[in-house]
């Protein structure tokens, strides 16, 4: 019954005349308030085996049992299978009321909770089940959740019809190829492709039966936390434990926000209706539901707050999103986003645009969704930083990129920080420089002292020709090495010197190298290392640091021992 109910959309809510409202009959008004049922018709049958005055009295029962349930109100109708009484009126209050149903959704993806798995001589495996939303056809591509098999539907029968196409709110067969009758279970969802995931674990909005709509004879402790539990979603009931986030113990009656963890994993998504059974004996005690399909990993479930995320979470898709959101300072992809709430990427982004123009997100290239927060946090942390690094090093052209990141969203990858750090440059106030970022009013002006440290660093180079100062050389002959070694690299940077390896050279020493190059290769055809330091007058300690980086200019290739000229 709880397989079949999860899909169900108007309840036939059938009384025996002769015995009046049973347990059974309890369990299961029980279990459709729970799956939020929402039309029914009260028949009571063999109405032949009992007089008006016991009709009467068994009406009355009903209509009490179901008072503050979905079927107050409801029309109720009498019946003979024997006589034919009431049977016309039956079907004219099925028709009244089917017409009241509305259509089902066929804007989310395809979705088949299998209840019925049969093998049919030579067609194979055969699916059943009624399908919970969108639509399909033969030939379309479909995996069997959670088992992550893909396949393709061979033919489609619906009422026991060949048909080309089955929508939401039919039930359908399906043939899938290359499915053995192993390979599935009842309880397995066919849908489409990516658009649905499984889960071991989920948070839930839980409420326990109040003890009132308990039958009598029914005796049910409160719910304890770590309790073995009965979990039915859809067509599939799993074995599991709940834990509670700020209590040890839920009473009936009660509602809370707990964590299920299941022994296997089920297909589910946001909003998804569930019910929960005891273990043992196995008694219907509550439902809910689903508010997180993939919990986060907690080190503790006793968190203070957390039952507040969770309530957030529950209202709707877009407060759903917004919370996710919060919890993934590096965004959400559009993907992750449709498979959670089981929505088409198509509505996905419709619901990130709308986000986006609230405020409350910022879409990056129709793929990704980051919170509009998070993003105004980076943007002050990157200015905040980048100010502070201009006042420590006023010399620096701008902080190297990688570092910022590092600095102030080290969470993030290379590539999401770079989206976002194009974005801030668009206000205005942040400068994307090749490698370095920098504030827009960032200017680098040097001091007196620095503008004579700046040309005893070049005519330091210049006399040393193809013998130059070591880095830290020459660095340890000012007072404040920091402050030169930042000198020194805007002087790099502005080409005023040339840094190879581990030396300095003047920009004419490297254009000495050059011609000197040129001049072996035209006398010679070609030179090796000791020819070049022979011609320079130096050591090889700096000569072959030089011809590198000829090579690296793209002046000369080297082969083997000998370098040419590129293109020579």
Not at 25 to 31: R, Y
Not at 259 to 282: H, N
Not at 287 to 297: C, L, R, S, Y
Request: charged fraction near 25%.
């Amino acid at each position: 019954m709880l397989a079949g109910a999860s899909e169900v959309d108007m309840v036939l809510f059938v009384v025996a005349a002769d015995e009046g409202v049973m347990p059974q009959t309890v369990e299961h008004l029980q279990i459709l308030q729970l799956l939020k049922a929402k039309r029914g018709i009260l028949v009571i049958t063999k109405r032949d085996l009992v007089d008006e005055e016991w009709l009467q009295l068994v009406r009355e029962e009903i209509a009490e049992k179901v008072k503050g349930t979905f079927l107050e109100g409801a029309p109720m109708v009498a019946v003979s299978s024997v006589t034919g009484e009431g049977l016309d009126e039956l079907v004219r209050l099925i028709d009244a009321v089917a017409q009241e149903v509305p259509p089902k959704d066929t804007t989310r993806p395809f979705r088949l909770p299998i209840d019925d798995i049969f093998v049919k001589a030579g067609f194979g495996t055969i699916v059943r089940g009624a399908i919970f939303s969108g639509s399909v056809r033969v030939g379309d591509e479909v995996e069997v959740v959670p088992k992550g098999i893909v396949t393709k539907v061979r033919s489609l029968h619906a009422y026991g019809k060949p048909v080309d196409e089955a929508v939401a709110g039919q039930r359908a067969a399906m043939n899938l190829g290359g499915v053995g009758r192993k390979d599935v279970e009842r309880g397995d969802v066919v849908a489409l492709p990516n658009s649905l995931t499984a889960t071991e674990r989920l948070d839930v909005k839980l409420r326990l039966l109040a003890p009132s709509t308990l039958p009598a004879s029914v005796s049910v402790p409160p719910l304890r936390h770590g309790a073995p539990i009965r979990f039915h979603l859809g067509t599939a009931e799993r074995i599991g434990r709940v834990f509670f986030f700020a209590r040890n113990e839920l009473k009936l009656g009660e509602e809370t926000f707990a964590e299920i963890q299941l022994k296997e994993p089920v297909a589910c998504a946001w909003g998804d209706l569930f019910v929960i059974r005891t273990y043992s004996p196995m008694v219907t005690i509550g439902g809910g539901q689903v508010v997180e399909p993939h919990p986060p990993k907690r080190r503790r479930r006793r968190m203070p707050g957390e039952a507040e995320r969770l309530a957030w979470k529950a209202k709707s898709e877009r407060e759903y999103a917004k919370r996710v959101m919060d919890e993934h300072p590096n965004g959400i992809s559009l993907r992750e986003l449709a498979q959670r709430l089981f929505v088409s990427i198509e509505q996905a982004l419709k619901l990130a645009n709308s986000l986006a123009k609230a405020g409350d997100a910022v879409l990056l290239d129709n793929q990704m969704l980051i919170s509009a927060g998070q993003v105004q946090k980076l943007r002050e942390a990157i200015l905040a930083q980048l100010k502070s690094y201009h006042a420590s090093r006023p010399l620096r052209r701008g902080m190297p990129k990688e570092q910022l990141r590092v600095a102030t969203a080290f969470y993030l990858s290379p590539a999401l920080f770079e989206t976002l750090l194009q974005m801030f440059t668009q206000g205005g106030e942040v400068v994307l420089d090749r490698e370095v970022v920098r504030l827009s009013t960032h200017e680098i002006r040097l001091t007196a002292e620095q503008r004579a440290w700046a040309e005893r660093m070049e005519q330091r180079a210049k006399t040393a020709g193809f013998s130059p100062p070591e880095l830290d050389e020459l660095l340890t002959e000012f007072p404040d090495k920091d402050q030169a070694a930042d000198l020194l690299a805007l002087l790099v940077e502005q080409g005023r010197l040339v840094r190879v390896a581990e030396f300095v050279f003047h920009p004419d020493t490297i254009e000495r190298a050059k011609q000197l190059a040129r001049q072996l290769c035209e006398q010679y055809g070609s030179f090796t290392a000791s020819q070049f330091r022979e011609a320079a007058s130096t050591t090889r300690k700096y000569a072959v640091p030089l011809l590198e980086f000829l090579d690296h200019l793209g002046i000369t290739v080297r082969i083997g021992d000998i370098r040419i000229l590129r293109g020579g």
